[in-house]
C-alpha cells in the first residue's frame, strides 16, 4: 500500500498537481508536551489538524479536526504561526500533490479523559522536545514545532 509523504525542502520533491491545500494544526501542550498523532497513512508524528473546507473559517476548522481527530473540545485558540515556505509539500496516496500553506494555532482544550485516537491514526501522545527528536516526525511539522519549542523562527514560518 503507498503511504503519504512529507517533503520540506528537499530538492527531490514532487511537484505539486492540484491547488495549494490550506490547512490548520492545533499545538496542544500538557506540562511542556505536546498533542502528536502518529498517522496511519504514513506511520509518522505530526499535529492534530487537517484541511480547511472552502467555506469554512480557520478556527472552525481547527475545533472540528481537533475534535475529529483527538476527541477534545477546543476552548480557546490563538494563531501561532503560518507556515508557507513553497517546499512545504505532501504526497498522498491518491496520487495527489499539494503545496501546504499551514496555519498553527496553541489551543487549550477541555478535559483531557476524553483523549482518543480517529481511524486516521495509530495513536496519539504527549511527547516532549526530547522525544520528538527521537520519532519520526513528519517533515512539515519539523519547524513548526522547533518553533513552538525553541520560540525562534525557523525560515518559511511566519508570526501572526
Not at 482544550?109 to 496519539?124: C, F, K
Amino acid at each position: 500500500m503507498a503511504t503519504a509523504r512529507f517533503f520540506y525542502k528537499d530538492p527531490d520533491a514532487p511537484s505539486p498537481n492540484r491547488p495549494i491545500g490550506v490547512g490548520v494544526l492545533a499545538l496542544i501542550d500538557s506540562a511542556g508536551a505536546l498533542l502528536m498523532d502518529r498517522r496511519s497513512d504514513c506511520g509518522g508524528w505530526g499535529l492534530p489538524g487537517g484541511a480547511v473546507a472552502p467555506d469554512e473559517a480557520l478556527e472552525a476548522a481547527l475545533l472540528r479536526e481537533v475534535h475529529e481527530e483527538t476527541g477534545l473540545a477546543v476552548t480557546d485558540c490563538e494563531l501561532f504561526c503560518i507556515s508557507a515556505h513553497p517546499s512545504r509539500i505532501a504526497r498522498y496516496p491518491d496520487g495527489n500533490v499539494v503545496r501546504l500553506l499551514t496555519f498553527a494555532f496553541a489551543a487549550r482544550v477541555e478535559n483531557l479523559d476524553v483523549l482518543r485516537a480517529s481511524e486516521e491514526s495509530e495513536g496519539l501522545a504527549f511527547l516532549r522536545r526530547e522525544e520528538l527528536r527521537r520519532v519520526d516526525v513528519i517533515e512539515t511539522a519539523r519547524p513548526i514545532i522547533e518553533r513552538y519549542f525553541s520560540q525562534e523562527i525557523p525560515q518559511g514560518v511566519l508570526l501572526r
